[in-house]
């Protein structure tokens, strides 16, 4: 059995400062796990995805995301906040061991708002 | 190289109407998956299809739902005698084979009135 747990439905950071974006996990089988973003209207698409190899993943648009397996936990972050990354994210885990989509379990979002 | 495609974006039904979802998966792949999302909630899981089989249907409702997906055309997710509850929105995603991220699509936002 897997799941996830995303801190905060809505995140609000000031242009120009950090994003975090929380994420821990849960599952029986070591995890492989994704960032998705969507932009309003739209699908998911594909920030970075875990399987295995570096524990410090980096992704498109300038975000990154750490595995720590102590903490159960896989969040994401950026260095500067652009308006352009106002978004809807999701955090998943699979256990599939190619680190595919089979059997995916998507987070419950975590909305994030950009001021200027 | 096309996306997935989805139609119709949008699709108005009145309880007790059938619904009809389609996808056009991306060029060259062969899993598709359907997910529907509710408002303030993730993706839930509905079903998974290879060509003409369905692999995992474990997330579909037990009854008014069904999926398929033929041999040639696109993949149908069918809604029968919809209800309020069934107002969300569904996605479907493909992917080369299962090992692969998925390629969503942009959604068919389904409003029963």
């Known amino acids: 059995a897997q799941s996830v747990t995303q801190l905060g439905s809505h995140v609000s950071v000031s242009e120009g400062a950090l994003v975090l974006l929380r994420c821990n996990y849960s599952s029986s089988v070591p995890p492989y796990l994704f960032w998705y973003v969507q932009y309003p209207n739209q699908g998911l698409q594909l920030l970075l995805k875990y399987t295995s190899a570096a524990t410090l993943v980096k992704g498109i648009n300038g975000f990154e995301a750490e595995f720590k397996k102590s903490e159960t936990s896989f969040h994401l972050t950026k260095p500067s906040a652009h308006m352009s990354d106002a978004a809807e994210y999701f955090c998943a885990v699979t256990p599939n061991s190619g680190g595919g989509a089979d059997g995916l379990t998507f987070g419950k979002g975590t909305h994030l708002i950009i001021q200027p | 190289n096309a996306g997935v495609m989805q139609n119709p974006r949008h699709l108005v039904r009145r309880r007790g109407q059938e619904a009809r979802l389609r996808c056009s998966p991306m060029k060259g792949h062969s899993h598709v998956y359907w997910y529907r999302q509710l408002p303030e909630e993730g993706l839930k899981f509905m079903v998974y299809?290879?060509?003409?089989?369905?692999?995992?249907e474990s997330g579909m409702p037990k009854e008014r739902f069904s999926a398929e997906f033929p041999k040639e055309g696109p993949s149908i997710l069918r809604i029968q005698q919809v209800v309020r509850g069934d107002s969300a929105a569904y996605f479907c995603?493909?992917?080369?084979?299962?090992?692969?991220?998925?390629?969503f699509g942009n959604g068919t936002r389904l409003t029963v009135t």
């Open positions: 299809l290879q060509k003409e089989n369905i692999i995992d």
């Open positions: 995603a493909s992917s080369p084979d299962r090992n692969s991220p998925l390629h």
